[in-house]
């Protein structure tokens, strides 16, 4: 892919490539914490994030940079 390059500047903050395997965490304990309302009898919440905080993740969002190279723009 030697023209692969990223259109706009906009990089992941902190330590993590990717936050798969913090969604899949996140919602195991979404899908446990429903089950166990269902069965008490009270009504589960429709978003994740009543259960789960998504800044406990290793990136911690995205920002976008400015005079940005082009070896940091390449895929």
């Known amino acids: 892919m030697s023209r692969s390059v990223r259109k706009t500047p906009i990089f992941g903050n902190a330590y993590g490539n990717?936050?798969?395997?913090?969604?899949?965490?996140?919602?195991?304990?979404?899908?446990?914490?429903?089950?166990?309302?269902?069965?008490?009898?009270?009504?589960?919440?429709?978003?994740?994030?009543?259960?789960?905080?998504?800044w406990d993740g290793n990136k911690d969002g995205k920002r976008f940079r400015r005079n940005v190279g082009k070896k940091d723009m390449r895929k």
């Open 18 to 54: 990717s936050e798969k395997q913090d969604k899949r965490k996140w919602n195991r304990v979404f899908r446990k914490f429903c089950r166990k309302l269902i069965l008490k009898g009270n009504e589960a919440p429709i978003k994740i994030s009543a259960v789960t905080d998504v």
